[in-house]
């Protein structure tokens, strides 16, 4: 079953924060996001493990909770280049060899 | 350059013609997946393979094939397209599929199929 990603698309302003969350109905083991700008594959931003880390990568951060079996992305001060779909991929921990489950994706426009 | 490669990157044909999509990596990964993106459903697992010679189903490998004879190559097959199979698909690679790497999936530019 796919993990649920909210908002399902959000439009910001230059500058302005955004949280996009990841909720699964099954343990985790990690979860993983990706983002994909229009007509490109998605690209890795970042991975994290059960145990609530949370991890950066420039103004990105993301945080694992994995007693809510939930994952959140937060992008503060919003720039152009962050528009586009955010993926979660998540990692149960009875499923070691089916890798990812992806949500349904975020789409994530940034406006000057 | 390490990178996955797809062809082609677009595809027209009409249903029941077989097709094969190609896919090959140069970083000597073990696992290779193939995903299929439509609107509002994301990127839905079709096959995986582990290594050489090891595949397996993923979430809608119905209609689909793959073959794992060498560590580079993972071709995704349709023996008879149907327009449902109409799609952009995404191969992808990584390290390893074990648990304990916890190693990103790299991303081939994608092949944009339409089955008429």
């Known amino acids: 079953q796919q993990p649920v990603q909210s908002p399902q698309a959000v439009i910001l302003r230059e500058g302005e924060d955004a949280v996009i969350n990841c909720s699964s109905s099954?343990?985790?083991?990690?979860v993983h996001w990706y983002r994909q700008k229009h007509g490109e594959a998605p690209v890795f931003l970042m991975i994290?493990?059960?145990?609530?880390e949370q991890k950066g990568h420039e103004k990105i951060s993301a945080s694992f909770n994995e007693k809510k079996q939930q994952s959140s992305l937060y992008l503060t001060a919003s720039q152009l280049s962050y528009s586009g779909t955010y993926f979660c991929g998540t990692k149960a921990l009875n499923n070691a060899g089916n890798m990812l489950t992806f949500g349904g994706g975020t789409r994530l426009m940034v406006k000057p | 350059e390490a990178q996955v490669t797809q062809n082609p990157r677009y595809l027209i044909t009409v249903t029941g013609k077989k097709l094969t999509v190609t896919c090959s990596q140069n970083m000597n990964h073990e696992y290779m997946s193939w995903y299929r993106q439509d609107p509002g459903l994301g990127l839905r697992q079709i096959y995986y393979s582990m290594n050489v010679e090891v595949t397996d189903k993923g979430d809608v490998p119905e209609g689909y094939k793959v073959s794992r004879k060498e560590k580079r190559n993972f071709p995704l097959i349709l023996e008879s397209p149907s327009p449902n199979q109409t799609s952009l698909y995404f191969c992808?690679?990584?390290?390893?599929?074990?648990?304990?790497?916890?190693?990103?999936?790299?991303f081939g530019n994608g092949t944009r199929l339409t089955v008429t």
């Open positions: 099954k343990a985790l083991y990690s």
């Open positions: 994290l493990l059960k145990g609530g």
């Open positions: 992808a690679s990584s390290l390893s599929g074990q648990v304990i790497y916890n190693s990103p999936l790299h």
